[in-house]
């Protein structure tokens, strides 16, 4: 029912800073808890970062003190704020959402928005 479409990826050399954006629209995103994931080619695909609807989240340990997730409920957007940055996140990220923290699966994913960083 909600749709999302990623944007905010590039080039950046290590040291840098991105802002991932995930904007939803349909269904009622205010309630859904949303996850940013990664997948590096010939990786597993990975948590990231995830907030619920009171503004709650929780990091990956290997992101911690990097990556901020946030939201602004008013304009149905979910951003990664990634600074910081290093070779090894680089990877094609995407967004998720479920409409409530405690539902089992992500079923609504974006497209993905690719991350490179250079060294």
């Known amino acids: 029912q909600v749709q999302l479409v990623e944007s905010g990826g590039g080039l950046v050399q290590a040291g840098g800073s991105l802002r991932l954006d995930c904007a939803a629209s349909g269904g009622t995103f205010s309630t859904y808890t949303v996850a940013w994931f990664r997948q590096a080619p010939g990786k597993e695909r990975e948590f990231v970062a995830a907030i619920n609807g009171n503004g709650g989240s929780t990091h990956a340990d290997p992101v911690k003190g990097r990556f901020t997730i946030s939201r602004d409920n008013g304009v149905n957007t979910v951003y990664l704020q990634m600074n910081s940055l290093i070779p090894e996140d680089t990877a094609l990220y995407y967004c998720?959402?479920?409409?409530?923290?405690?539902?089992?699966?992500?079923?609504?994913w974006g497209q993905g928005t690719q991350v490179t960083v250079s060294s």
């Open positions: 998720a959402a479920k409409p409530h923290w405690f539902t089992r699966d992500y079923a609504n």
